[in-house]
T-cell receptor
Framework: DTEVTQTPKHLVMGMTNKKSLKCEQHMGHRAMYWYKQKAKKPPELMFVYSYEKLSINESVPSRFSPECPNSSLLNLHLHALQPEDSALYLC??????????????FGQGTRLTVV | QQPVQSPQAVILREGEDAVINCSSSKALYSVHWYRQKHGEAPVFLMILLKGGEQKGHEKISASFNEKKQQSSLYLTASQLSYSGTYFCGTVYSGGGADGLTFGKGTHLIIQP
């Protein structure tokens, strides 16, 4: 099983809403990532968790709050987002950190629209 | 700093070959290649590490020139299924960074 599952697939939220994106993998991977991808652009790294500890926060606004409850799950909590935050949010996982040269498997993403 | 990919787009006939390049102004630890089809997740193709180690799909080949900080992805005898956007992602040496910095992508269209 090389699957990373993200829910929901689509999400529309207002600027005052609070919502969460979920990501799950059962490959025993110890590193998990959130990337943001705008249309026709490459994925941009947001957060890295390694062994359930946040190791990188790429200067992401505090309206995005990651959480890693256990080694299989990764959440992204959203609050007071702006329309420019509309994008495809991709979760990925890898056996070890990508800096160690291991391949990452991506989920299908959550397409977020902020209205 | 984002790696630079070239060309931006390629149109091929089925069966033709293509080379996609990725270069960095900073020393690289590894280069990762992904293909993404419209509306789908990026799919892993290849990793090339400093020191020569590489792993990936059998039908994909790539090179990593450590002196020039450049990597090339070679697509031979292209098939319709090769269409998509190809991204190189880089991990920089000495930065201790995890996660990838992706180039802007190369759009590949294969025509029958």
């Amino acid at each position: 099983d090389t699957e990373v599952t993200q829910t929901p697939k689509h999400l529309v939220m207002g600027m005052t809403n609070k919502k969460s994106l979920k990501c799950e993998q059962h490959m025993g991977h110890r590193a998990m990532y959130w990337y943001k991808q705008k249309a026709k652009k490459p994925p941009e790294l947001m957060f890295v968790y390694s062994y359930e500890k946040l190791s990188i926060n790429e200067s992401v606004p505090s309206r995005f709050s990651p959480e890693c409850p256990n080694s299989s799950l990764l959440n992204l909590h959203l609050h007071a987002l702006q329309p420019e935050d509309s994008a495809l949010y991709l979760c990925a996982s890898s056996q070890a950190r990508q800096g160690r040269g291991t391949e990452a498997f991506f989920g299908q993403g959550t397409r977020l629209t902020v209205v | 700093q984002q790696p630079v990919q070239s060309p931006q787009a390629v149109i091929l006939r089925e069966g033709e070959d293509a080379v996609i390049n990725c270069s960095s102004s900073k020393a690289l630890y590894s280069v990762h290649w992904y293909r993404q089809k419209h509306g789908e997740a990026p799919v892993f193709l290849m990793i090339l590490l400093k020191g020569g180690e590489q792993k990936g799909h059998e039908k994909i080949s790539a090179s990593f020139n450590e002196k020039k900080q450049q990597s090339s992805l070679y697509l031979t005898a292209s098939q319709l299924s090769y269409s998509g956007t190809y991204f190189c992602g880089t991990v920089y040496s000495g930065g201790g960074a995890d996660g990838l910095t992706f180039g802007k992508g190369t759009h590949l269209i294969i025509q029958p």
